[in-house]
Nanobody, 124 residues
Framework: QVQLVESGGGLVQAGDSLRLSCAASGRTFSSSTMGWFRQAPGKERDFVAVISINGGLTEYTNSVKGRFTISRDNAKNMVYLQMTSLKPEDTAIYYC?????????????????WGQGTQVTVSS
């Protein structure tokens, strides 16, 4: 079992930066692929970024490439999402997600554990 708790969201202006954090509990964290997803009002929960178990492989949705960076610290059971040059269209609830294993996937349905989400609001 893995429990995930996100933090770091808030209200910022366009062009600002935020760093989201996800604290994970459970002995399997270091062997779990981790991802970030987001859900805007009235829309589905969409993939944002994914990171492999050792952090050596990452992938991003096109709209955040070059602006967002996912990272992890297995010693601390933490995953981060550094967001820069934020845009109003980045406004959403951001969710941290974990797989039970090291499999690689961008699909929401492939993730087994979810946090409660943290709100990010970007004003123009």
């Amino acid at each position: 079992q893995v429990q995930l708790v996100e933090s770091g969201g808030g209200l910022v202006q366009a062009g600002d930066s935020l760093r989201l954090s996800c604290a994970a509990s459970g002995r399997t964290f270091s062997s779990s692929t981790m991802g970030w997803f987001r859900q805007a009002p009235g829309k589905e929960r969409d993939f944002v970024a994914v990171i492999s178990i050792n952090g050596g492989l990452t992938e991003y949705t096109n709209s955040v490439k070059g602006r967002f960076t996912i990272s992890r610290d297995n010693a601390k059971n933490m995953v981060y999402l550094q967001m820069t040059s934020l845009k109003p269209e980045d406004t959403a609830i951001y969710y941290c997600a974990a797989r039970r294993d090291s499999g690689w996937s961008l699909r929401r349905s492939s993730y087994d554990y979810w946090g409660q989400g943290t709100q990010v609001t970007v004003s123009s």
